[in-house]
């Protein structure tokens, strides 16, 4: 089978020429590796260009192997799972005794709907307060760990409100134990690190 490097290099970005040509360059066939640097040539992308996007590309690959080895073990992720959810209970509890006041005075009669949209809400909130402001929970306290962004800058409030929609997903809550991610974190481009780092 003959491969058509040319038209492949072609459809490449700058970035990814050069990190085919001078950054993983063992990576690939040497044939794959001429047309990227002819690809460069045709390119015409100089000396400077080339050290940018190289040193960008060091620099992402140096954050990348940092977090890797921040990355807590699945025991300390199950931990927090617990701690956490033992908190939005307790947090649920201070909701229902507030709402139960108005229940008595008014003569309101509850739903298991209205059961689960105060846990919803409690849940919510504790993550997306906690979260946003704080970089961690109480749980991510206790084990020492914080949220960042998979790039290692710290999530706004969008990845924080995506993060924590996407851990309504059943078994979302053991799916790290298959991972070192579960798939809270890689649907919403985050990750728990250790403090140290």
């Known amino acids: 089978m003959n491969i058509d490097y040319k038209n492949l290099v072609q459809k490449k970005s700058d970035e990814e020429l050069v990190k085919m040509v001078f950054v ?10 001429a047309a990227a640097e002819e690809e460069i040539k045709i390119r015409n ?7 940018t996007i190289k040193t960008d590309l060091l620099d992402k690959q140096e ?5 890797d080895k921040a990355t807590p073990t699945t025991l300390v992720r199950f931990l927090n799972f617990v701690i956490d959810l033992f908190m939005v209970l307790i947090l649920n509890s201070f909701l229902s005794y507030f709402i139960a006041y108005f229940v008595i005075i008014y003569e309101i ?8 949209l105060m846990l919803a809400i409690s849940y919510f909130s504790y993550y997306v307060f906690m979260e946003t402001s704080l970089q961690k929970t109480i749980g991510k306290f206790i084990t020492k760990t914080h949220v960042i962004m998979k790039d290692g800058s710290k999530p706004k409030t969008y990845d924080v409100f995506r993060r924590t929609f996407c851990r309504i997903i059943p078994l979302d809550g053991f799916s790290f134990l298959f991972d070192s991610n579960g798939f809270h974190d ?3 481009d985050t990750k728990v690190i250790k403090d140290k780092y």
């Open 24 to 33: 993983d360059r063992d990576g690939y066939q040497p044939l794959a590796i």
């Open 45 to 51: 992308l100089n000396l400077t260009q080339i050290d």
């Open 63 to 67: 954050v990348k192997t940092t977090i």
């Open 109 to 116: 009669s509850l739903t298991t709907v209205h059961i689960y």
């Open 186 to 188: 890689k649907l919403s």
